[in-house]
């Protein structure tokens, strides 16, 4: 019998950021993937309850939204690591790149660039199980924004279907984010119903360049504490957590 | 290879409830579970665009707290069919009970008592994937209110012990209604883990009998469209969906 990696999705409802928690159950060794500040706690709870030690904290980008949970969660766990892209540009305990794996027990994710939402965005592919981790670059039946930090249309539509939508049919896609109670999709759905995706390169670029969408809200207090990974410049109502 | 039940979890904000669509890929049949008005049209949505036959809209019990989107599922999929427990007293195309079961394809679900919450309340089984659909009757880490609807917390604590906690521990549990983001949970966590369900009997009853829970605020208008599993007395923003 093949031995299944433990996967557990959790929302937090504000940001509507889902967090993934991955573990190698027999190693009691585990990851979380985009974990949010108000919410860490929550997470940190359940890795004691299931008995786990957390390795690492990836983020799939450095987010604008919301503020990553990774540096509460280190001071909560400690000993966890943090993960993210070296093309990113932010600060971590483990900069990774194309092709680079990150172990937890017998279990791994490897990455994949997928640039466009942000410079650094990546994919975190296990492979073995066939989910995939897109952050913002692949949304259920849509994409993150391409205006700020770096964003490019053109880059996110060519690495997307480059690196995620040329993976088998059945490839669970897992988002960063859902605002309409989605909660996974497949690669063969979006290659089939995605509204902005399955249209030409030429015709993505102008649904992006014409969605007008409004400043951020939480970027300026996000950008300080996510470029580091963790509690930086954190805003009045979150200095008890330092 | 053993054939894989697709599954797919949907989320409805207000409300935090959870639908699930259960389907056999190859027979292209599906089945919901408590599916919500609000969102009932982009679960056929969803529907249509994997190719699916809804054969059923199963309920767990008749609920106090939103709008089922059994009436409106039935509108927009013609054919559909509703599906509740015998001992709720609702009006259903199906009225089931103990050790039925609902067939989509290939794939089955049984039933499960589980009242407690409510008199009717049931439990829906897909035994081959080890999946329980509990309802209201375990949340993660808590469970149902009791004070309403023929709730009884004796009744509630001895039918989950006896019909869901004593089921493999790997089951994996997934409620009506999550307030925290938690997305799932399985009987070895909750056997280990529920801060009510783990206490004795006595204590669990003392427990639900403190709770002094507010009246539930959509009781009065969901329970004259819930009791036909439809599109009944529907408050007036709703009249357009009749």
Chains 1, 2 share one sequence.
Not at 166 to 178: E, F, I, K, Q
Not at 195 to 206: A, V, W, Y
Request: net charge negative; with cysteine; glycine share 8%.
């Amino acid at each position: 019998m093949v031995s299944r990696c433990f996967l557990r999705q959790l929302f937090e409802k504000e940001s509507s950021t889902y967090t993934y928690l991955l573990a190698d159950m027999a190693a009691r060794q585990a990851i979380l993937i985009d974990p949010v500040i108000e919410t860490a706690e929550r997470d940190a709870k359940l890795v004691q309850e299931l008995g786990l030690e957390l390795r690492y904290v990836l983020n799939t980008h450095v987010h604008a939204d919301h503020i990553t949970g990774t540096g509460r969660l280190k001071k909560l766990l400690p000993g966890t690591q943090s993960v993210i892209s070296r093309a990113s540009g932010a600060k971590a305990d483990l900069l990774v790149g194309h092709g680079d794996t990150v172990k937890f027990g017998g279990e791994e994710v490897s990455v994949i660039p997928t640039p466009g939402h942000t410079e650094g965005c990546v994919t975190y592919l296990h492979k073995a199980q066939g989910w995939a981790f897109t952050g913002d670059a692949v949304l259920i039946r849509g994409c993150g924004r391409t205006d700020f930090q770096g964003g490019s249309a053109a880059n996110l539509y060519d690495n997307v279907w480059q690196n995620v939508l040329n993976l088998p049919d059945s490839t669970v896609l897992y988002p960063a984010h859902d605002y309409k109670g989605q909660t996974s999709s497949t690669v063969g759905e979006e290659k089939q119903h995605n509204p902005r995706l399955t249209k030409t390169r030429e015709e993505f670029i102008q649904i992006m360049a014409g969605l007008n969408l409004a400043y951020p809200k939480k970027i300026d207090e996000s950008l300080p504490a996510n470029i580091v990974c963790g509690l930086h410049d954190l805003p009045d109502r979150m200095k008890d957590w330092l």
